[in-house]
């Protein structure tokens, strides 16, 4: 039982498309996030959203934006994908502290 | 600005040695500083966490030693093992989220 799973693990794709990356978690936790880690293996917060509210880290670019479809949910949606997006996003989940973070998702974009 | 600096950014140390890793923050309203450990191919996972009212806590092996006036952090690893070898992330937790530092790749030689 995985606690929070993302999909897919690995993802290739051309500049300028749009693509999507999934996020469940069965904690039955409250806040839910993305995270950015670059080649240099730093993290990044991007996005905490909480069912009602949504904090965007203000670095990222719009294109980025995140859908949470139920409180178990948080997808990450990209569009007009960029060489420079490339690096493995997270998805994590907390009940308030502690965090517990998905396996990853590694984004190439060629 | 970078609100968690860690150091050092990469560590040798032999079988059944000490490992320490050091951290500093500068927002005195983070009131939790979690460590995590993160190997190859996954999502970094809570190792040891501290609260700002305790100077010191140890979990087996783990301790993170907190001096709260100086505003450093600190995590030891007693008789390090080869299975430690992975990369460590300090964090500080405010009202915005998790702040990482930017990691340390520890390698523990047989």
């Known amino acids: 039982d995985t606690a929070v799973s993302q999909t897919p693990k690995y993802l290739v794709t051309q500049m300028g498309n749009d693509k999507s990356i999934k996020c469940e978690q069965n904690l039955g936790h409250d806040t839910m996030y993305w995270y950015k880690q670059d080649s240099k293996k730093f993290l990044k917060i991007m996005f905490s959203?909480?069912?009602?509210?949504?904090?965007i880290n203000e670095t990222v670019p719009n294109r980025f934006s995140p859908k949470s479809p139920d409180k178990a949910h948080l997808n990450l949606h990209i569009n007009s994908l960029e060489l420079g997006d490339s690096a493995v996003y997270f998805c994590?989940?907390?009940?308030?502290?502690?965090?517990?973070f998905g396996s990853g998702t590694r984004l190439t974009v060629v | 600005q970078q609100q968690v600096k860690q150091s050092p950014q990469s560590l040798i140390v032999q079988k059944g040695g000490i490992s320490i890793i050091n951290c500093a923050y500068e927002n005195t309203a983070f009131d939790y500083f979690p460590w995590y450990q993160q190997f190859p191919g996954k999502g970094p996972a809570l190792l040891i966490a501290i609260r700002p009212d305790v100077s010191e806590k140890k979990e087996g092996r783990f301790t993170i030693s907190f001096n709260k006036s100086a505003k450093q952090f600190s995590l030891h690893i007693m008789d390090s093992q080869p299975g430690d070898s992975a990369t460590y992330f300090c964090?500080?937790?405010?009202?915005?989220?998790?702040?990482f530092g930017k990691g340390t790749h520890l390698i523990i030689q047989p």
């Open positions: 964090a500080a937790e405010g009202a915005d989220g998790l702040t």
């Open positions: 959203y909480n069912n009602k509210e949504l904090i």
């Open positions: 994590a989940s907390s009940p308030g502290t502690g965090y517990t």
